[in-house]
């Protein structure tokens, strides 16, 4: 299997573009293993370079360096890069311009040294795509740590504890049980709160008979985990709480179903939300029913009415469908699937079925 550098020289060769600046910071751990906060690629069809700064000079020589890179530490990054493009007899660049910023894009200009500047788009994110074996090894042990963290601290779910501190107990349980961060806010919605889709968590305390979104994740080995559970604090208040998860589940449950290698992303999204739009509730479901995760915790494809593309072996995604009632609750249900040969593997193992927290 061609290496990810070979993948990005094949890339850059189709397109016509003699090397490749590489500066985001997922992109960059991606293709050569640096987890630094300050490092760029410089790709050729022959060379692999590394540019750091001094503060990160050793720590590149033993993540970068083994794996083919040349370190080279510079005191003026710009300067540094025009200098390589004139001995690599550089004459097209291409750069990230979907996350170069209007200064960065113009310091480098300045010093191309006569190459063109080309924009890649999102070639060199597209090569994360699809998932190996290890990229896949480390979303389970993300998922185990998150889903440990959620057992250990579930009976903390209860009347008079607030969102924020609930939050806090599963936050520092993912770190003690060795998430390196959380992969995105947790989101904690109880009651009325549960309607707002990314409802991160307040000061509100959760009451008895409300519905509670918990919506988490964590960081092991710089992969994400993500995972959406709701949780009933008793015998729900609302009267319409247990059909409302009940459509939620199936809906999911058609969304898992309808995985597998040369599905549209538009079509599985239609699968979840047609449940729902037959249940009456369409309205109060707005957003896309997945998107898939690695690196970065919303990555492409978007399972989405808007997806481009068909699912293929190796890709990681969400489906999590939600239908949110404003001013009473909301419920949202998430897993995370791998797309095998035979069709959608979820990564996440907590059950989805109806759950009370006392």
């Not at 993948?7 to 397109?15: D, G, H, I, M, T």
């Not at 985001?24 to 991606?30: E, K, L, T």
């Not at 993912?174 to 961060?181: D, I, N, P, Q, V």
């Not at 419920?331 to 996440?348: M, S």
Request: charged share 25%; net charge negative.
């Amino acid at each position: 299997m061609p290496s990810r550098l070979d993948r990005l020289r094949a890339a850059l060769a189709a397109r016509k573009v003699d090397a490749a600046l590489i500066s985001s910071p997922p992109n960059v751990r991606y293709l050569s293993g640096f987890t630094g906060t300050e490092g760029s690629l410089l790709i050729t069809d022959r060379e692999a370079l590394f540019l750091t700064d001094s503060r990160y000079t050793e720590q590149a020589g033993e993540q970068v360096a083994p794996r083919g890179f040349s370190v080279i530490t510079f005191k003026q990054k710009f300067k540094e890069i025009g200098q390589q493009l004139v001995r690599l007899g550089v004459r097209s660049l291409g750069y990230e311009d979907e996350t170069t910023t209007v200064v960065q894009q113009k310091q480098l200009a300045a010093e191309l040294g006569g190459a063109a500047l080309e924009p890649l788009g999102k070639l060199a994110t597209n090569l994360r795509v699809i998932k190996d074996a290890g990229e896949i090894a480390a979303i389970r042990r993300a998922v185990k740590v998150q889903e440990q963290a959620l057992e250990m601290t579930a009976p903390a779910i209860r009347p008079g504890e607030s969102e924020w501190d609930f939050a806090l107990a599963l936050e520092f349980e993912m770190r003690r049980l060795g998430a390196s961060a959380v992969s995105f806010e947790t989101i904690v919605g109880s009651g009325p709160r549960g309607a707002m889709p990314h409802g991160v968590a307040s000061e509100k305390k959760i009451a008895a008979g409300e519905m509670v979104v918990i919506d988490w994740g964590c960081l092991v080995d710089g992969y994400c985990s993500d995972q959406t559970i709701t949780v009933a604090v008793g015998e729900p208040s609302d009267p319409d709480a247990r059909a409302v998860y009940d459509i939620v589940r199936r809906a999911q449950q058609a969304g898992l179903d309808a995985v597998r290698p040369g599905a549209e992303f538009k079509a599985i999204d239609k699968a979840a939300r047609e449940v729902i739009v037959d249940a009456g509730y369409g309205e109060r479901f707005g957003h896309g029913t997945g998107h898939a995760l690695g690196l970065e915790i919303h990555e492409e494809p978007r399972v989405s009415p808007l997806g481009v593309g068909t699912a293929e072996v190796g890709m990681v995604f969400t489906i999590e469908p939600g239908i949110y009632l404003p001013g009473r609750f909301g419920v949202r249900l998430e897993d995370i699937v791998l797309v095998t040969e035979r069709g959608g593997e979820r990564l996440t193992g907590l059950s989805k079925d109806w759950r009370s927290a006392l």
